[in-house]
T-cell receptor
Framework: AQSVTQLDSQVPVFEEAPVELRCNYS??????LFWYVQYPNQGLQLLLK??????LVKGINGFEAEFNKSQTSFHLRKPSVHISDTAEYFC???????????FGTGTRLQVFP | DGGITQSPKYLFRKEGQNVTLSCEQN?????MYWYRQDPGQGLRLIYY???????QKGDIAEGYSVSREKKESFPLTVTSAQKNPTAFYLC?????????FGAGTRLSVL
């Protein structure tokens, strides 16, 4: 069985500061990894994905993530956040055979001026 | 404009009533999914369908039903057997291992 752990339920940060949102997963098989962002009362938008290849993945809005197989982690980073990055961020893994996603419980990023 | 349309945006259910949430996609995706979102719990899979006329239960299917008669449509019915239906419901479709989401329906109990 697969599972995802997002270690921080809330991350407060000041504008223009760097941020890291942590994600660890467990799986007995190879997985695909995703980060989604959700703004209030909206659906989920894909930020970035790791399917194969380079372990450093760049996404939209200046975000990037690094797949670390030995530490089973897929942490999300941004070097300088903006007020508009305030949102809920979800890490997810999928079974390549079914496309079913397993989500973490989410991390609320709050950016202060 | 291609995408996933969920309707209505807000829905209210009375005691003992069945309600149906609509999900339509024009992306020509084979697979579709329904998730339930509760505060602090992330998203949990209710049902999914990989092809027309076939669907499987997810992790929390009790009290819900679905149909997949057309590739474009995957409606979810919340039955009276679902005792705690208040939540945000999200529909998704997928292609090449990536899921795309609709804007969601917020269901509340009167």
């Amino acid at each position: 069985a697969q599972s995802v752990t997002q270690l921080d339920s809330q991350v407060p940060v000041f504008e223009e500061a760097p941020v890291e949102l942590r994600c660890n997963y467990s799986s007995s098989v190879s997985v695909y990894l995703f980060w989604y962002v959700q703004y209030p009362n909206q659906g989920l938008q894909l930020l970035l994905k790791y399917l194969s290849g380079s372990t450093l993945v760049k996404g939209i809005n200046g975000f990037e993530a690094e797949f670390n197989k030995s530490q089973t982690s897929f942490h999300l980073r941004k070097p300088s956040v903006h007020i508009s990055d305030t949102a809920e961020y979800f890490c997810a893994v999928s079974d390549p055979n079914t496309d079913k996603l397993i989500f973490g419980t989410g991390t609320r990023l709050q950016v202060f001026p | 404009d291609g995408g996933i349309t969920q309707s209505p945006k807000y829905l209210f259910r009375k005691e003992g009533q069945n309600v149906t949430l609509s999900c339509e996609q024009n992306l020509n995706h084979d697979a579709m999914y329904w998730y339930r979102q509760d505060p602090g719990q992330g998203l949990r899979l209710i049902y999914y369908s990989q092809i027309v006329n076939d669907f499987q239960k997810g992790d929390i299917a009790e009290g819900y039903s679905v149909s997949r008669e057309k590739k474009e449509s995957f409606p979810l019915t919340v039955t009276s057997a679902q005792k705690n239906p208040t939540a945000f419901y999200l529909c998704a479709s997928s292609i090449r291992n990536i899921q795309y989401f609709g804007a969601g329906t917020r269901l509340s109990v009167l």
